[in-house]
């Protein structure tokens, strides 16, 4: 691992009166699995929203990859190579589970995608498709309506979309929410495999997963991260115990 892909700081966001993000500091270095954990309404997702772009910060710097993205277009800093799945899922559930992936594949091609370029581009379109398919373990559900489909498979289909610009950093916001244990494993497994050389970043509510999964943990309480650690210090610190895990992480 080298150094930050990711540089917050001093990352302030306010809705109206109401300040949200209350400058926050945060690296994700280059290669590593970074959990953000906090409670609910500490502003874990608004904090996604500000890094893709959904959200203009009200103050402070977003560094990625060596730029300042802070208040840019989400297409921009997905161009860059940032791209992030949503709480709520994403995918179309009158479109097949292919067409779902072909249409993410086909997204930066944006308005230069002309129907005589389709020609040109359809078999790498398709390839890679595939390739999305089978990383997700979802090839023999190509042809089925994304609705039809258990509510894990959705989440892998989501994932799968997320990849298909092929980023460099990856925001997931609680991939395994509303799962049963076994697709919680299930999901937690894919989410390792499909992040392999890039860098994660993951909203999870799920303390096995967080601890197993992540090589840095960072906690954000009120609008502000107030430690950040391997999991082994996040366990230990006093100020977290204090203020989230509570003893269901110290027993
Ligand atoms: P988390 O994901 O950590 O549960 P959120 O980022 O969703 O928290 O929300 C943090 C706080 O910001 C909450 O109190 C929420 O009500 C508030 N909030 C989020 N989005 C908006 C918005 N667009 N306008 C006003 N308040 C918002
Ligand atoms: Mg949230």
């Known amino acids: 691992m080298t150094g930050p892909i990711l540089s917050i700081r001093g990352l302030r966001k306010s809705f109206g009166a109401t300040e949200i993000m209350r400058g926050v500091d945060l690296d994700v270095h280059t290669g590593e699995r970074h959990a ?35 208040g840019r277009s989400p297409q921009a800093i997905n161009r860059l190579g940032l791209a992030r799945s949503f709480q709520i899922t994403n995918v179309f559930p009158g479109l097949t589970v292919f067409e779902n992936i072909r249409l993410a ?14 020609i040109d581009h359809d078999r790498r379109i398709r390839r890679e498709t595939e390739r999305l398919l089978e990383l997700v373990r979802l090839t023999a559900r190509a042809s089925t309506l994304a609705g ?6 959705q989440r892998s289909l989501e994932i799968a979309m997320t990849l298909a610009s092929d980023p460099k950093l ?6 395994m929410a509303g799962m049963a244990t076994e697709e919680t494993q299930y999901t937690a497994q894919l989410v390792r495999e499909v992040t392999q050389g890039r860098t994660l970043m993951i909203v999870e509510h799920d303390m096995d997963v ?42």
């Open 210 to 251: 967080v601890f197993s999964l992540s090589d840095r943990i960072s906690v954000l309480v009120y609008g502000q991260v107030i430690a950040t650690g391997s999991p082994d210090e996040i366990r230990n610190d006093d100020r977290v115990k204090e203020a989230y895990l509570g003893e269901e992480v110290s027993a």
């Open 36 to 70: 953000l954990i906090g409670p609910n309404g500490a502003g874990k997702s608004t904090l996604f929203h500000l890094l893709s772009g959904h959200l203009a910060p009200s103050a402070g710097e977003i560094r990625f990859d060596g730029r300042q993205i802070g």
């Open 105 to 118: 594949v086909m997204r930066p091609y944006g308005l230069q995608y002309a129907f005589w370029k389709f």
């Open 148 to 153: 039809e489909m258990a509510y894990s498979e």
């Open 170 to 175: 990856v925001l997931l916001d609680e991939p």
